[in-house]
């Protein structure tokens, strides 16, 4: 519905382990917000990305990183995975310019289980 | 970035009007409202943006008193299918859109 894309839809991995997640923007966007949400509760910003670079973060360690690429889509890819990663990733996207105010449109997520 | 309080559910029966009520007292002057709607494992879905007044759309109509620190998010003759988890966000706009902070939001079930 909102032309936010995310792959794949489900995950299951192990502790340890390395994964990366995909969001395709939505046309005309050139913003990307990243979020986790655990169950039960509300998104949890991660990061954001404008013009391919991280452009404010959240209360998240560095092993969780980023890229947005030229065409806006973006990645999002998580080191050493822990059990309390097991979440679902939310992908928002927006367009930024100035003097205007945005609304951030969210995919589907991609639900990450961690074993 | 703004906190906002939310109620942690709400009921109500089909056909009548329900108003959700979110405190955001520090809410700074370039701060924008925004509602969102929620199903289980999908992503937030907009619903409607105001900054004061009243703002209103084809699915709800959000209230914003003068002194801005609460807005009241307003879906008139609800369905079973509005049941849902309601997120109220405060936060600029431009590239600070992705920074606002979310709650736990306020979840809402609609009964026949």
């Known amino acids: 519905e909102t032309g936010v894309t995310q792959s794949p839809t489900h995950l299951i991995k192990t502790r340890g382990q390395q994964v990366t997640l995909r969001c395709s923007s939505q046309?005309?966007?050139?913003?990307v917000s990243w979020y986790q949400q655990a169950l039960g509760q509300g998104p949890q910003f991660i990061f954001q990305?404008?013009?391919?670079?991280?452009?404010g973060r959240g209360n998240f360690p560095p092993r969780f990183s980023g890229l947005q690429f030229p065409n806006y889509s973006s990645e999002l890819n998580v080191n050493a995975l822990e059990l309390d990663d097991s979440a679902l990733y939310l992908c928002?996207?927006?367009?930024?310019?100035?003097?205007?105010?945005?609304?951030?449109?969210f995919g589907p997520g991609t639900r990450l289980l961690v074993l | 970035l703004a906190k906002t309080t939310q109620p942690i559910s709400m009921d109500s029966y089909e056909g009548q009007e329900v108003n959700i009520t979110c405190s955001h007292n520090?809410?700074?002057?370039?701060?924008?409202i925004t509602w969102y709607q929620q199903f289980p494992s999908q992503g937030p879905r907009f619903i409607i943006q105001?900054?004061?007044t009243k703002v209103t759309n084809e699915v709800a109509s959000l209230f914003i008193p003068a002194d801005r620190k609460s807005s009241t998010l307003s879906l008139p003759r609800v369905s079973l299918s509005d049941t849902a988890v309601y997120y109220c966000?405060?936060?600029?706009?431009?590239?600070?859109?992705?920074?606002?902070?979310f709650g736990d939001g306020t979840t809402l079930t609609v009964k026949p």
């Open positions: 928002a996207s927006s367009r930024f310019s100035q003097g205007s105010r945005e609304t951030q449109y």
């Open positions: 990305y404008y013009r391919e670079e991280e452009n």
């Open positions: 105001g900054y004061k």
């Open positions: 520090n809410i700074a002057t370039n701060d924008y």
């Open positions: 046309s005309g966007h050139n913003t």
């Open positions: 966000l405060v936060g600029t706009g431009n590239t600070n859109a992705g920074k606002s902070t």
